[in-house]
């Protein structure tokens, strides 16, 4: 369903206060993007792009292909990198995972990981950004451009190696992500332009074994697209974050809620053209509502914040939804998850939620591979909006919990090491 372009007609949501600064330019900048013709210029999210270190891209998208709706299309080769594309149709956004050749290749998006603890530890391994579709690309970079946004010149898309008829804008100095612009029609194949097109046997068996084996456990059809995205930033950072990312996309404010127990919040923003997310994820970013220096007077929880501190700003976890319904008698995340668990795949607590509620809601471990955590998400019936406060704070804990566990990992390592 499409749905208007007026970006400040849709209804707010939560609880959060915001800054006068935040409301005034809020304001100001989404009725100058649709003044401009930037919001009906910039469609949905087309693709979505990361990386990972040498030797973990196989097997990558071999947890992906269990535990997500993506299919292996076509591997592209570059002088630097392998980029799989993954797909699950023209109507969800692609998955480019990108594999650097050499560890010792250095680059901005490898600068971005080193100055962090943990974020260094696994270099070439982030979340890049996505790319979106666009009518005119020209019109697009140029309005962008005019409002001082910095694009990569043609010439560092090539030493980078990304795609070359895609507009990169540079990282943001809040999340560290970047935004793209691929001109597309809409009924036109999504094509990157990244090198020799190949299917890789050694990607292409490791994916059918996979895929066999979700169909095996009877998941294949339950799990369902992308439903968002959530990126964790600096708590003084939350606001510029969000409206930054506006600025750049054709997205709306939907609201924020203040997770007061867990020192957090909550924000989102959804597509302007796009009802459904599956079409383009909705994106969320979360931050502390008190920066870390602070902590040790006010001793108040801080997951965010400490994830920020140690990966640096990023995207935190990929979303997926669940189809509404049950299996064998229980629900179908619980039916999902349980066949996922007793084949390794460990994750941070319990479903929670309840079908009386309307939503249930759980987070795995963090890949290995990719760092990123896989959310599902299931909404029963008629439930209304996006989420309940009570799970974003369960949520938001265990993934503070599995931050501790993983600095508790560090400090041991290093007193065994001395």
């Known amino acids: 369903m499409i749905l208007t372009s007026r970006s400040l007609e849709f209804t707010r949501n939560g609880d959060k206060q915001n800054s006068g600064f935040f409301e005034e330019y809020l304001l100001k900048l989404l009725e100058e993007r649709d003044r401009i013709g930037v919001t009906d210029l910039i469609g949905e999210i087309d693709a979505l792009m990361l990386t990972v270190d040498p030797g973990h891209s196989i097997d990558y998208i071999a947890e992906l292909a269990l535990m997500t709706p993506y299919e292996y299309l076509v591997t592209l080769e570059s002088e630097s990198h392998w980029t799989h594309i993954l797909r699950i149709d023209m109507n969800s956004p692609d998955l480019l995972v990108r594999e650097v050749k050499d560890p010792n290749t250095r680059g901005i998006f490898r600068s971005l990981n080193e100055v962090y603890p943990i974020g260094a530890r696994k270099p070439n391994c982030r979340y890049m950004g996505e790319i979106f579709r666009v009518n005119n690309l020209h019109d697009v970079v140029q309005l962008q451009s005019e409002r001082e946004f910095r694009f990569f010149t043609q010439n560092e898309i090539r030493k980078l190696e990304l795609p070359g008829n895609v507009a990169i804008s540079k990282p943001s100095p809040y999340t560290h992500n970047i935004i793209g612009y691929l001109e597309r029609p809409q009924n036109q194949l999504r094509v990157y332009a990244l090198g020799l097109s190949t299917i890789r046997a050694d990607v292409q068996s490791a994916y059918d074994s996979a895929k066999d084996l979700q169909k095996q456990l009877g998941i294949d059809k339950l799990v369902q697209p992308i439903d968002h995205l959530a990126t964790r930033v600096y708590s003084q950072n939350r606001e510029v974050a969000i409206l930054e990312f506006l600025s750049l996309s054709s997205y709306y404010y939907w609201g924020s809620y203040d997770i007061k ?60 939804a669940v189809m509404d319904g049950k299996t064998n008698a229980v629900s179908n995340i619980d039916y999902v998850v349980e066949a996922i668990r007793q084949h390794g795949k460990e994750f941070l607590l319990q479903v929670i939620g309840s079908e009386e509620e309307g939503l249930k809601q759980i987070f795995s471990s963090a890949s290995e591979h990719s760092s990123l955590i896989i959310e599902y998400v299931q909404r029963f019936g008629d439930f209304e909006g996006f989420f309940t406060r009570d799970n974003v704070a369960e949520l938001t804990r265990a993934a503070g919990v599995e931050e501790e566990l993983i600095e508790m990992q560090k400090e041991a390592d290093s007193i065994r090491a001395v």
């Open 261 to 320: 127990d867990q020192n957090s919040s909550t924000n989102v923003t959804k597509s302007a053209h796009m009802e459904e997310e599956s079409r383009s994820p909705a994106k969320v970013f979360t931050a502390n509502n008190t920066p870390y220096f602070v902590n040790h007077l006010e001793k108040l929880p801080s997951p965010t914040e400490s994830f920020v501190r140690n990966y640096g700003p990023r995207l935190h976890h990929i979303a997926f």
